[in-house]
Nanobody, 125 residues
Framework: VQLQASGGGLVQAGGSLRLSCGAS????????MGWFRQAPGKEREFVAF????????DYAESVKGRYTISRDSAENTVYLQMNSLNAEDTAVYYC???????????????????WGQGTQVTVSS
């Protein structure tokens, strides 16, 4: 599975961005998907998860209520709508995929098999 993340950019604090992650080379509808981010000097951290069915989602506490993950199987794309952005959201954002992520590991980056190249999100204060 090849993943291509896009949609990052520079935005002012309080603004919004929508990230996209396009998938190819696999059966997208059967893959669990996640978003992670990595700020300079920090480890890559979990942001959001959506199950293959789209029914189950999970969010990091730091983004809950501000971010929304969704997927469009017809477009083979997963989205991350980010609202009320602040400087702490500045990072490279990565999408990830795995056929079945054990539900106790959805926040663990080691659980995912495939990764996109990352897209930079910069929030100016």
């Amino acid at each position: 599975v090849q993943l291509q993340a896009s949609g990052g950019g520079l935005v002012q604090a309080g603004g919004s961005l929508r990230l996209s992650c396009g998938a190819s080379g696999g059966t997208f509808s059967s893959y669990d998907m996640g978003w992670f981010r990595q700020a300079p000097g920090k480890e890559r951290e979990f942001v959001a998860f959506i199950a293959w069915s789209g029914i189950m989602t999970d969010y990091a506490e730091s983004v809950k209520g501000r971010y929304t993950i969704s997927r469009d199987s017809a477009e083979n794309t997963v989205y991350l709508q980010m609202n009320s952005l602040n400087a702490e959201d500045t990072a490279v954002y990565y999408c990830a995929a795995k056929a079945t992520v054990p539900r106790h590991m959805v926040r663990n980056r080691d659980a995912y098999d495939y990764w996109g190249q990352g897209t930079q999100v910069t929030v100016s204060s």
